[in-house]
């Protein structure tokens, strides 16, 4: 089952011909463990509920509730120091004649008597048209000069992932004691795409010096005196924020946690979860400091953005937990769209022999329970899982440190291709790095593996 669809349905798709060989599932036997490790405790307001919106609206607000509110729609959560904010929505034309443009808006409060400095570390917001268009790919590219992307979650975090900050974010925000103050106001067109539908995501990493509320809007773009779309202000977000609901249409209602049969709804995300990023040092045991490489012809994998219902029999639950949330939203941040994976591989020959070792990433299928090892399809399903830049770090086989960015492509139970390969002398030491931003847009979970040669 896949966990995204909607934002999937942006994409461009080869319809599969009805001559095309049935896919056939293959077992690849190996372990899977559990990533050592643990996420950071820094806050994400974590906007993609209701992805689709056809009705403006509040889309996600921390701030305080006012005196007599009990609508539940602000969620009273303030940030101070480091936090993230993730967003992405879409917008659709209601009707074939109605293509005005949504805006989306991300307003922060300052409730404090002196003014609070924001500093945007890392920043980057598209759009699916024209900025990172759903194209067609080769599974693995060179992604050296971070050009390569395909579609707006691809995108920006491949940005991020450079600690890039996108030309129109300031390095700061001040804003005055006890006032509001825009982080984003961009539109979502639809007007010049056929279908009318559009997306947009925004990732940013950033630290108050004080306490800040926050929230993301959607609004239908005003007019001007001569009829013409114009950005809305300031007071007119304001205004929305104090008077209007959530944002519609609500998603589908998820599967409450203690419900275990039927089908799993997993449901989008709109709330502040725990964790920003996820750092490890993979080595044989809590207690070495080194990763064995598996003996030849053998493999063993981490599981990466693992679930409820897709833990790959090492029982962890990597969804990031929420902090606060709507009821009709999801109970864990699952996917972990905007979290960095930061991974250290020691890796050791331990063998008087020399070993060719590889590592890659993969997408086997979801399952709960391994039964003989990880299950792939041949071919892969024409659906994408996986689209999104991993960088790599190491010293090659001649003691020359390394840096590989690669965009990855992966359908359903892809095996994938090698990202690095390394020619081992015996006992050899060799440092891997691996770091890549769950991209949005992908469906939970994969694997890393390494694989010695026979």
């Given at each position: 089952?896949?966990?995204?669809?909607?934002?999937?349905?942006?994409?461009?798709?080869?319809?599969?011909?009805?001559?095309?060989?049935?896919?056939?599932?293959?077992?690849?036997?190996?372990?899977?463990?559990?990533?050592?490790?643990?996420?950071?405790?820094?806050?994400?307001?974590?906007s993609n509920s209701p992805e689709l919106v056809l009705k403006e609206?509040?889309?996600?607000?921390?701030?305080?509730?006012?005196?007599?509110?009990?609508?539940?729609?602000?969620?009273?959560?303030?940030?101070?120091?480091?936090?993230?904010?993730?967003?992405?929505?879409?917008?659709?034309?209601?009707?074939?004649?109605?293509?005005?443009?949504?805006?989306?808006?991300?307003?922060?409060?300052?409730?404090?008597?002196?003014?609070?400095?924001?500093?945007?570390?890392?920043?980057a917001s598209y759009l699916s048209q024209p900025d990172a268009p759903f194209i067609e790919l080769p599974s693995q590219v060179d992604n050296s000069f971070g050009k390569v992307y395909a579609g707006p979650g691809?995108?920006?975090?491949?940005?991020?992932?450079?600690?890039?900050?996108?030309?129109?974010?300031?390095?700061?925000?001040?804003?005055?004691?006890?006032?509001?103050?825009?982080?984003?106001?961009?539109?979502?067109?639809?007007?010049?795409?056929?279908?009318p539908l559009n997306g947009r995501s925004t990732l940013m990493r950033l630290h108050s010096d004080g306490t800040v509320y926050a929230a993301t809007l959607a609004k239908y773009a005003p007019l001007d005196a001569q009829g013409k779309e114009r950005s809305p202000t300031l007071e007119e977000w304001q205004q929305l924020l104090d008077q209007s609901e959530l944002a519609q249409p609500r998603d589908r209602t998820p599967t409450p946690p203690e419900v275990t049969t039927g089908q799993t709804i997993y449901g989008r995300v709109a709330g502040v979860s725990q964790g920003s990023q996820w750092q490890a040092w993979l080595t044989d045991s809590p207690s070495t400091q080194s990763l064995s490489i598996p003996?030849?012809?053998?493999?063993?994998?981490?599981?990466?953005?693992?679930?409820?219902?897709?833990?790959?029999?090492?029982?962890?639950?990597?969804?990031?937990?929420?902090?606060?949330?709507?009821?009709?939203?999801?109970?864990?941040?699952?996917?972990?769209?905007?979290?960095?994976?930061?991974?250290?591989?020691?890796?050791?020959?331990?063998?008087?022999?020399?070993?060719?070792?590889?590592l890659a990433l993969q997408t086997p299928l979801k399952q709960e329970q391994l039964h003989g090892g990880l299950n792939f399809l041949s071919p892969p399903a024409d659906s994408i899982f996986f689209r999104g830049s991993v960088a790599i770090r190491y010293k090659d086989d001649a003691n020359l440190p390394q840096t590989?960015?690669?965009?990855?492509?992966?359908?359903?139970?892809?095996?994938?291709?090698?990202?690095?390969?390394?020619?081992?002398?015996?006992?050899?030491?060799?440092?891997?790095?691996?770091?890549?931003?769950?991209?949005?847009?992908a469906t939970p979970p994969q694997v890393l593996t390494i694989r010695t040669q026979k």
């Open positions: 089952m896949s966990l995204f669809l909607p934002i999937l349905s942006l994409a461009q798709t080869t319809p599969v011909p009805s001559s095309a060989p049935p896919l056939q599932e293959i077992v690849i036997p190996q372990e899977v463990r559990a990533l050592p490790g643990q996420l950071d405790n820094i806050p994400v307001f974590n609206g509040i889309l996600l607000s921390t701030f305080p509730s006012p005196l007599q509110d009990t609508s539940g729609v602000h969620l009273n959560f303030p940030f101070k120091g480091r936090f993230d904010i993730f967003a992405h929505h879409v917008a659709k034309a209601p009707t074939p004649e109605d293509l005005r443009t949504l805006y989306l808006g991300i307003i922060l409060h300052n409730p404090e008597q002196e003014p609070v400095t924001v500093d945007i570390l890392q920043a691809s995108r920006v975090s491949s940005d991020i992932l450079r600690g890039y900050r996108q030309e129109i974010f300031p390095p700061q925000l001040i804003i005055p004691p006890q006032q509001s103050r825009m982080l984003l106001n961009l539109p979502i067109p639809v007007r010049s795409w056929e279908p003996q030849a012809g053998q493999a063993f994998s981490y599981g990466l953005s693992t679930l409820p219902g897709g833990t790959l029999g090492t029982g962890q639950i990597q969804s990031a937990p929420m902090l606060v949330r709507y009821p009709d939203t999801a109970y864990l941040a699952h996917g972990n769209y905007g979290l960095q994976y930061s991974l250290t591989l020691p890796l050791v020959n331990p063998t008087n022999d020399h070993q060719t070792v590889t590989r960015y690669l965009h990855l492509v992966q359908r359903r139970g892809q095996v994938g291709e090698a990202l690095i390969t390394l020619k081992m002398p015996p006992l050899d030491q060799r440092l891997v790095k691996v770091d890549l931003i769950y991209p949005p847009d």
